[in-house]
């Protein structure tokens, strides 16, 4: 079974540009989760959605940043304007209920 | 603020010996705990998993959970240089259904 699909890997952009970064879950999986990991603030949770939902959006840092969940396959996170700070690593995770979540490989994202 | 704490290393052991790494967390109300093993540049991953008090074993790993105490940790028996990664302890909060706080991460080097 194929696990979290997430695209680009890598992304290197000037800042100001927009970047949309995808992910498709875990088929079946019906909540899924957009986190950031950077050396200093380790792995942070931004949003999460359950059945396509966005559940809690505490952890998006600023208005800057959404994320869409259109259906149970699909969901984008987009910063725009993209700023030099917002270089990490993004991950995507899905889960089923109660389950553990199962991470994506993740997205480099270098804001030059 | 429910957080989950670890102590970041990072932690050295020889080949062979037990590696333990510990957690501890905020809330008294949770009911799930988890342990990613982080490689540098790639995904968490799930290596073990505890819902109730004790022990739960599987191949060289050990988790142990202490809810009084409001702790839980991971051993690593006979420690192989293929061990060493980050270790990321994660909780489950009860009022959180499906999200997981996660704690900074030990790294863990195992030499030869």
């Known amino acids: 079974d194929a696990g979290v699909i997430q695209s680009p890997r890598h992304e290197v952009t000037e800042m100001g540009q927009e970047v949309t970064l995808r992910c498709k879950p875990i088929s079946g999986h019906d909540y899924l989760f957009w986190y950031r990991q950077t050396m200093m603030r380790g792995l942070e949770l931004l949003i999460y959605?359950?059945?396509?939902?966005?559940?809690?959006d505490s952890g998006m840092p600023e208005d800057r940043f959404s994320a869409k969940m259109p259906n149970a396959s699909f969901s984008t996170l987009k910063i725009q304007p993209s700023e030099p700070r917002d270089s990490a690593v993004y991950f995507c995770a899905s889960s089923l209920g109660s389950q553990p979540q199962h991470f994506g490989d993740g997205t480099r994202l270098s804001i030059l | 603020q429910k957080e989950v704490e670890q102590n970041s290393g990072p932690l050295s052991v020889p080949e062979g010996a037990i590696a333990s790494l510990n957690c501890t967390y905020s809330d008294r109300v949770s009911q799930s705990f988890f342990w990613y093993r982080q490689y540098s540049g790639k995904s968490p991953e799930l290596i073990m998993s505890i819902y109730s008090n004790g022990d739960k074993e599987d191949g060289r790993f050990t988790a142990q959970l202490n809810k009084a105490s409001q702790y839980v940790s991971l051993l690593i028996r006979d420690s192989q240089p293929s061990d060493s990664a980050t270790y990321l302890c994660?909780?489950?909060?009860?009022?959180?259904?499906?999200?997981?706080?996660f704690g900074q991460g030990t790294i863990l080097t195992v030499h030869p």
């Open positions: 994660a909780v489950r909060y009860g009022t959180s259904y499906g999200k997981l706080t």
């Open positions: 959605f359950n059945n396509n939902v966005p559940i809690d």
